[in-house]
């Protein structure tokens, strides 16, 4: 579906990036790291011409959109040597297409000056509503059964709250979140969840399927709200350990 906002955009191309811009990539590197982060794609489809780069010193040079766009992937495709990506996306003059992490469009609209601050939150909403999202199972048999097949390890994700899980779509995560099968387990102060688990804040177990009762001598025991960056500690320690031991 095309859209047009109801606001202006400024356009910049690779050539005329520098510090503090939005940083672009190429189109062949800029789908490579939203399918490996989980991350949609916000493409420019744009030419070096003296207006782009006029305009480059506008929207695109503005903090609010140079921090909205760290949390998708800015791609740049120039509209007159990359024939090929314009047919995919049906562009034939200066757009911006948002995509998703696979590559699928999402929204397209014409380029032209545009607010920033407006800019910023068009990114920041399409960044937060179009990041890949886990397998998620609710069978824990089922998801057991599965990590045995495939060699892979269990984790159980154990949440009072949906915000609790909110980390857990950060896109520096995707690359070690994805190697385990996941399970989601919501639990209740006073359920029978709670005390089995001996809950008490938002619970990660990472699970040994091949074990006989997985959940008794869990691997791993991520406890408490985590942000991204201690997650991701506590992960990558466990794994490089496990690794070391093999």
Same mark, same amino acid.
Request: proline residues 6%; hydrophobic residues 40%; aromatic residues 8%.
């Given at each position: 579906?095309?859209?047009?906002?109801?606001?202006?955009?400024?356009?910049?191309?690779?050539?005329?990036?520098?510090?503090?811009?939005? &940083?672009?990539?190429?189109?062949?590197?800029?789908?490579?790291?939203?399918?490996?982060?989980?991350?949609?794609?916000?493409?420019?489809?744009?030419?070096?011409?003296?207006?782009? &780069?006029?305009?480059?010193?506008?929207?695109?040079?503005?903090?609010?959109?140079?921090?909205?766009?760290? @949390?998708?992937?800015?791609?740049?495709?120039?509209?007159?040597?990359?024939?090929?990506?314009?047919?995919?996306?049906?562009? &034939?003059?200066?757009?911006?297409?948002?995509?998703?992490?696979?590559?699928?469009?999402?929204?397209?609209? @014409? /380029?032209?000056?545009?607010? /920033?601050?407006?800019?910023?939150?068009?990114?920041?909403?399409?960044?937060? &509503?179009?990041?890949?999202?886990?397998?998620?199972?609710?069978?824990?048999?089922?998801?057991?059964?599965?990590?045995?097949?495939?060699?892979?390890?269990?984790?159980?994700?154990?949440?009072?709250?949906?915000?609790?899980?909110?980390?857990?779509?950060?896109?520096?995560?995707?690359?070690?979140?994805?190697?385990?099968?996941?399970?989601?387990?919501?639990?209740?102060?006073?359920?029978?969840?709670?005390?089995?688990?001996?809950?008490?804040?938002?619970?990660?177990?990472?699970?040994?399927?091949?074990?006989?009762?997985?959940?008794?001598?869990?691997?791993?025991?991520?406890?408490?709200?985590?942000?991204?960056?201690?997650?991701?500690?506590?992960?990558?320690?466990?794994?490089?350990?496990?690794?070391?031991?093999?």
């Amino acid at each position: 579906m095309r859209s047009v906002l109801p606001v202006f955009l400024a356009l910049a191309a690779p050539a005329f990036a520098q510090q503090g811009k939005v &940083t672009w990539r190429t189109y062949a590197d800029g789908v490579k790291a939203a399918d490996k982060m989980g991350q949609p794609m916000f493409i420019f489809f744009g030419c070096p011409c003296d207006s782009c &780069t006029a305009l480059g010193d506008g929207a695109f040079s503005d903090k609010r959109v140079t921090a909205a766009a760290a @949390n998708l992937v800015p791609v740049y495709v120039d509209i007159k040597s990359s024939r090929e990506v314009c047919e995919k996306y049906g562009v &034939t003059k200066p757009s911006l297409v948002f995509a998703a992490w696979n590559g699928e469009r999402l929204e397209e609209f @014409n /380029a032209g000056y545009q607010d /920033a601050k407006l800019l910023a939150k068009k990114i920041a909403e399409m960044a937060e &509503t179009h990041r890949r999202d886990l397998p998620w199972s609710s069978d824990y048999d089922g998801a057991i059964e599965a990590a045995a097949k495939d060699k892979k390890l269990v984790a159980v994700s154990y949440a009072e709250q949906p915000e609790d899980e909110k980390v857990l779509r950060e896109p520096a995560l995707w690359p070690l979140l994805k190697d385990f099968v996941w399970v989601r387990a919501p639990w209740k102060k006073g359920s029978d969840a709670q005390k089995q688990r001996k809950l008490k804040s938002p619970t990660i177990l990472i699970l040994d399927p091949e074990k006989k009762a997985p959940e008794e001598s869990p691997l791993l025991r991520i406890e408490g709200k985590k942000n991204a960056a201690t997650l991701l500690a506590a992960l990558k320690e466990f794994l490089d350990s496990r690794r070391t031991i093999k």
